[in-house]
């Protein structure tokens, strides 16, 4: 059970034969037939039309053998009022990234950069994010891998395609030694970036989109000015908000966990200009390649994983009237999950245990604290 919303679950399997099928309430899924290449029979299914905030069995009947319950799980309570919006945010495409694991020897056969796992990841990401109901789009950083003018031109086919708004951010991915001028590139596909903090409105929400990335570090800074100018598109949008960054905010001055993210200090300066400016503020970042969620008075923070490293996700987020419900989706394209199922066993094993998170780091709902 990796996903479960109000209304919907998604579901991963592996080792189910064709014609299996899985049944919560009325919803019902069957494995379909596999297709060459799928030689390892796993992937993902969605259950929709769920009944909200109600605890439901999941049943499994495979060819020969009858049904039989597999799971017990409870349907999400939608936050208060009104459905006014949905988007949606990717983060750490690393489109240009051609092998994984601590001696590269992960990949799929390429012969172009599109064909890539990363550009493949990417792209399934976004179809399936557009396919849930996103109307607008924010990328949160490390878009690509080295920054090369080829690797801007794949992130420009792909984001530029879209059919909705798209934002986006720079990673440290971005900027480093090898990269040209991020900005620059990516304005030339279509996409233009402001050099300093920025926002976009929606039905019910104000996105704000924070910079982080530090040229040639993997660490990311929000130092005072850029904080001031936070605070102010917070307050301005006289709306709930959602601040997107790419670096995750440390709890401690130093790093617990790789890749750093911002020192604890400056995030915490961060945190408390948020909660003054606009307390009905939810945070969001990537670059650590997992799924976490913690608080800090009344803001909730997330941590997002990449869409082409295990588990391979995008965020979907629905705005209420009182509160907004955040979605984590595996990318389900059975390339693309194929190929995340593969990174599980990096680092012995670790990396599938670390980087998932909790069911509750990744779906839930959020209610804005009253005014
Ligand atoms: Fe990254
Ligand atoms: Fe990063």
């Known amino acids: 059970m ?40 796993m992937g993902a299914m969605n259950l929709d039309a769920l009944p909200p905030d109600t605890s439901l069995d999941l049943t499994l009947s495979s060819p020969g053998s009858g049904r039989r319950r597999v799971a017990r799980f409870r349907t999400l309570a939608p936050p208060p009022g009104r459905l006014l919006c949905r988007f949606a945010t990717v983060n750490d495409l690393h489109v240009g990234e051609r092998a994984f694991g601590l001696l590269r020897t992960l990949s799929l056969p390429a012969e172009s950069l599109a064909q890539a796992h990363s ?6 990401a976004l179809t399936e994010a557009l396919a ?55 304005a030339a596909e279509g996409i233009h970036t402001p050099n300093e903090p920025f926002a976009r409105d929606l039905p019910g929400i104000r996105l704000v989109m924070a910079h982080s990335e530090v040229p040639r570090h993997s660490g990311g800074r929000v130092v005072g000015a850029q904080r001031h100018r936070i605070a102010e598109l917070l307050r301005e949008g006289e709306r709930p908000a959602f601040l ?25 300066a961060l945190l408390d200009t948020v909660v003054a400016a606009n307390p009905a503020t939810f945070v969001s970042s990537g670059h ?37 419900r955040q979605v984590v989706r595996r990318v389900a394209a059975p390339k693309a999950i194929q190929w995340t199922q593969r990174i599980r066993r990096v680092l012995l094993g670790v990396w599938g245990l670390w980087t998932p998170g909790l069911l509750a780091d990744r779906c839930f709902s959020h209610n804005w604290p009253h005014r």
């Not at 798209?166 to 990673?171: E, M, P, S």
């Not at 670096?247 to 200090?265: E, W």
């Open 2 to 41: 990796f996903a479960v919303e109000d209304t919907a679950a998604q579901i991963c399997w592996h080792g189910l034969p064709e014609g299996s099928v899985l049944e919560a309430g009325d919803a019902r899924a069957e494995v379909g037939p596999f297709h060459d290449g799928d030689e390892h029979s």
């Open 119 to 124: 550009a493949l990841c990417a792209r399934a």
């Open 244 to 268: 997107a960054m790419h670096h995750y905010l440390q709890r401690h001055q130093l790093p617990t966990s790789y890749p750093p993210g911002i020192a604890g200090k400056e995030a915490r």
């Open 132 to 186: 849930w109901g996103a109307e607008a789009v924010v990328a949160k950083g490390d878009l690509t891998y080295h920054g090369t003018p080829e690797e801007w031109e794949e992130v420009g086919r792909l984001l530029g395609g879209l059919t909705v708004p798209v934002a986006a951010l720079f990673g440290n991915h971005d900027v480093g030694r090898k990269a040209v001028h991020a900005r620059t590139a990516l």
């Open 288 to 324: 650590s390649h997992r799924h976490r969620r913690r608080h800090y008075g009344p803001v909730v923070l997330t941590e997002i994983g990449a869409t082409m490293h295990y588990p391979g996700t995008w965020a979907g987020y629905a705005v209420h009237e009182g509160g907004i």
